[in-house]
């Protein structure tokens, strides 16, 4: 029973498409998080939902567009894709925004040729 | 704005050594500090997670320290195995209004265990 499982693990796109990361939970956590890791392995958040509703929205373009359908899911939906997007993107998730440490997924890398 | 720096970038000891790895943070006014593991090509995997109440953590042959007074804290690993090489994330977690908390994570800290 994976905690935290994100979908796919991998995907190759090209320049201009648009494509989805999907991200579930079953540890019944209320806050959930999407984030980057660049080439740098560099981590930073970009997302933060509470009980579906958006509480960090870091400086990042508005092709990226999260959406929570309930507490248990966080997608990412990323419109119009570019070069620069390749990075791996890690889901999180944990019990409240201040509360509880973070699980993460095994994240999603994301190649953009 | 909070910054995580992680010292050093890189380590490598012979297996059995012990070690410290070191994490330092700009903005004292943390709500508590996190040590993740990250193994090539994988997703991060907790490791202790300390209060900034607390002083220290400890889970195994891990102990994590914590100064928030002065921006510090360590990860101290003793008697290391090669199945410890990975990269050691050290990351904060603050208030950062409306409701919110922000966790903001060093560039870490690889290390390889020699055997």
């Known amino acids: 029973d994976t905690a935290v499982s994100q979908t796919p693990k991998y995907l190759v796109t090209q320049m201009g498409n648009d494509k989805s990361i999907k991200c579930e939970q079953n540890?019944?956590?209320?806050?959930m998080y999407w984030y980057k890791q660049d080439s740098k392995k560099f981590l930073k958040i970009m997302f933060s939902?509470?009980?579906?509703?958006?509480?960090i929205n870091e400086t990042v373009p508005n092709r990226f567009s999260p959406k929570s359908p309930d507490k248990a899911h966080l997608n990412l939906h990323i419109n119009s894709l570019e070069l620069g997007d390749s990075a791996v993107y890690f889901c999180?998730?944990?019990?409240?925004?201040?509360?509880?440490?973070?699980?993460f997924g095994s994240g999603t890398r994301l190649t953009v040729v | 704005k909070q910054e995580v720096t992680q010292i050093p970038a890189a380590l490598s000891v012979p297996e059995g050594e012990n070690l410290v790895l070191n994490c330092s943070f700009t903005?004292?006014?943390?709500?508590?500090l996190q040590w993740f593991r990250q193994d090539p090509g994988k997703g991060l995997t907790s490791l202790l997670l300390?209060?900034?109440?607390?002083r220290e953590q400890t889970s195994g042959r891990l102990n994590a320290s914590l100064d928030k007074s002065s921006g510090r804290s360590t990860l101290y690993i003793a008697a290391s195995q090669p199945g410890d090489s990975a990269t050691y994330l050290c990351?904060?977690?603050?208030?950062?209004?409306?409701?919110?908390?922000?966790?903001?994570f060093g560039k870490g800290t690889k290390l390889s265990v020699i055997p």
């Open positions: 300390i209060q900034s109440s607390q």
């Open positions: 903005d004292s006014a943390i709500y508590n």
């Open positions: 540890l019944g956590h209320d806050t």
């Open positions: 999180a998730s944990s019990q409240g925004p201040g509360t509880g440490d973070y699980t």
């Open positions: 939902y509470n009980n579906k509703e958006l509480i």
């Open positions: 990351a904060v977690r603050a208030y950062s209004g409306a409701g919110s908390y922000q966790l903001t």
